[in-house]
């Protein structure tokens, strides 16, 4: 979890929406006991061992102060990925979304006639790039969804050794009862009580103003293909087009 926690607070920008919120109760944070340490290093692989699951993301679209939400589905044993995207402010947005560790395929339907005068009259423009985690927010926030699953459990005692870990609460979320637990400073993990999957993630950037929350439900496998009645254009192949891909999505 430790390796896990770097890498994805490495990806964060910052971000101002106002996580989504419910009825907390028990309140009053405590240190974690050991069989809390376990229950959060198993939390990813149980993720794994699901091999799937629907997914709601929101956090903020780059620098321009307006948020962004992903909703789909994610394949953690082969790490492809399926969502629709609603949100920030850019010219010929992002309405759909495909990838894998190879590719991302985006349908921008503002873009379409664009792509037809480049390559003449295609049906159904799909834009195939390559990931680009160090610039495109987009990608950066496909790849923190992708990485919550881990092949094996992590170290319990690291977890218990860790600063500022500690249970928050119980709660409930989509009325389902949940145990809510910080690690570190800046993620919090809200696992179901009783069957122990993961049903939410908060992560936040180091000023700790600037969260990024994530929602999970129907766990299980899931069958994802990029799309097969649409025609994929190769970006590699088409500078002039690329060049009219934004970094923020």
Known sequence: MRKLLVSITAWLLPLTFLAACSGASDKGERPLRPEEASLLAEVLSRNYE???AHFRLIARSGHDELDISIEGDVDWKNHRGYARVTGGSQPNPVVEVWWDDKSVAEWRPALENEVRRV??????????????QESRRLDQLLAIVVGLSAKTPENAQLILQEPDSAFLRKDSIRNQP???FRYGKRTVYWIHEIDKTLLRFEGNNSSG???ILVDFEDFG???????????LVKLSEYNELLQLIPVSP
């Open 50 to 52: 699901s091999e799937g």
């Open 119 to 132: 390559i003449g009259n295609v049906s159904n423009p799909v834009l195939v790039r390559d990931p680009d």
């Open 178 to 180: 949940v145990l809510v």
């Open 209 to 211: 103003q600037f969260p």
């Open 221 to 231: 496998s899931k069958v994802l293909t990029f799309p097969k009645n649409a025609t």
